[in-house]
């Protein structure tokens, strides 16, 4: 409806709708200006193309002004749109892609202000989608004008919108930065659009802790926590599985249920120490582990960050992350695979001078899902070796292997808990 309202083929009761410095409508001035004057592009869920006209002629149907012009126009438009070798085929004659182009085209011939994309993509499969998506993406990147776009598919809205406003129930829930409201949606509808699936209701102690009751949990955060907060969010992909020892907002979980995804699998974990029904979802990752040995000059002055070549964990942690997303390139059989999330932690143990590393990795993706961990423990751990080597050249890095992975029959056995680390508010 709001799109609608937008181009003029439907009427608010009351208000105002402004395009800039221009005035559509204002309800109490008796303002409308009419759907054709408002140089608006809708393109319509079905594409509503005239089915007994040809490309050319569904392309034209909108055109103003004589016969050479508008043949000037529709030609630079096929020409643009890659339509030129289906000119005289009908709508039913063309593929999905073909009709979204054709309908695009006649959009751009009137040359709008304003185009309205009313869920594009909502009836395609996920091939398809992908394909279109990045057709849009291609046809609209020298376009100067706004462009609108109603979506429900958090990707959608990530991929196109420089921009975003959350709706519910007609009326704004917050509007900013696409990127800034999916790290910080500051209200629950926000929240679950951008995907989170673990939000829950909170109870501020004071500054910097907050009592989650339904995981049975509090949580203490560096940031200050506002006032009026009531809920805290946070993604399934951001909990880090932990193994010995329970540590600071960490929460102790048994699995209640596992669902098996196309490429990953998600966990459903309950709280050991909540008589909770509510689940917290977790997408499971790749978890590689390692250690090195090393002497107590370098023990202690890594502990002390004295070390002249820098923040030795820092840049270990760093480079372990460079190598588990460049593993594709390293090692020959493994296979390209988009990482979503990568996250390497250090654990010291002062009696036996070891320090210990953990990668986990989540890729969208089951097979080869383990070489990225592995390959960001050895890399971490080089990076040690090489930044204390003056130290000490007697360093022996070894015990490396794959702790739990996503491919496979992993099961959840070896995970004690999982640990808060980056929730929003």
């Given amino acids: 409806m709001t799109l609608k309202l937008l181009a003029g083929i439907g009427k608010p009761e009351k208000g105002f709708i402004k395009m800039g410095e221009t005035l559509w409508f204002d309800s109490e001035r008796k303002i409308n200006t009419k759907p054709q004057k408002r140089k608006v592009g809708y393109l319509f869920q079905n594409y509503a193309l005239f089915p007994t006209m040809t490309v050319a002629e569904n392309i034209g149907a909108g055109l103003q002004g004589r016969k050479p012009e508008k043949r000037r126009r529709i030609e630079e438009m096929m020409e643009k749109f890659q339509l030129t070798s289906l000119a005289d085929r009908l709508p039913g004659e063309l593929s999905g892609g073909q009709q979204q182009r054709t309908a695009l085209a006649r959009i751009m011939a009137g040359e709008p202000d304003v185009i309205l994309l009313d869920e594009p993509f909502s009836a395609l499969d996920v091939f398809l989608k992908d394909q279109m998506e990045k057709e849009l993406e291609e046809l609209l990147w020298d376009y100067s004008g706004m462009v609108i776009l ?32 999916f790290a910080k949606p500051l209200y629950r509808e926000a929240a679950k659009l951008t995907g989170c699936k673990n939000i829950a209701d909170i109870r501020r102690l004071d500054a910097h802790r907050m009592e989650v009751a339904d995981w049975g949990i509090c949580l203490c955060l560096e940031q200050e926590i506002p006032k009026d907060i009531t809920s805290v969010g946070y993604r399934a992909h951001d909990f880090v599985p932990v193994w010995g020892e329970k540590k600071k907002n960490c929460l102790k979980v048994k699995v209640k249920s596992m669902a098996e995804m196309p490429f990953e699998y998600n966990y459903y974990l309950l709280p050991e120490e909540k008589s909770s029904k509510m689940a917290v979802s977790w997408f499971v990752q790749a978890v590689a582990t390692g250690k090195i040995m090393v002497n107590q ?27 588990a997303k460049r593993t594709s390139e390293l090692i020959p059989m493994c296979h390209i695979l988009p990482i979503t999330n990568c996250h390497i932690e250090f654990e010291g143990d002062p009696q036996k001078r070891e320090i210990c590393c953990f990668c986990t990795v989540k890729v969208t993706g089951k097979t080869g899902v383990e070489m990225e961990a592995l390959t960001g423990v050895n890399l971490a751990l080089l990076t040690i070796y090489d930044m204390c080597k003056a130290l000490d050249r007697h360093m022996k890095i070894g015990e490396i292997y794959l702790v739990d992975k996503t491919g496979g029959k992993s099961d959840f056995s070896h995970v004690n808990g999982v640990s808060v680390t980056r929730s929003f508010l």
């Fill in 150 to 181: 109603v979506s429900h598919s958090r990707d959608e809205i990530y991929r196109f919108c420089q921009e975003l406003l959350v709706m519910d129930q007609g009326r704004c829930v917050v509007y900013g930065k696409t990127r800034d409201i």
């Fill in 297 to 323: 000059e370098v023990y202690d002055a890594i502990e002390q960050g004295t070390v002249k070549k820098g923040d030795v964990l820092g840049v270990a942690a760093t480079a372990g992350i460079m190598g």
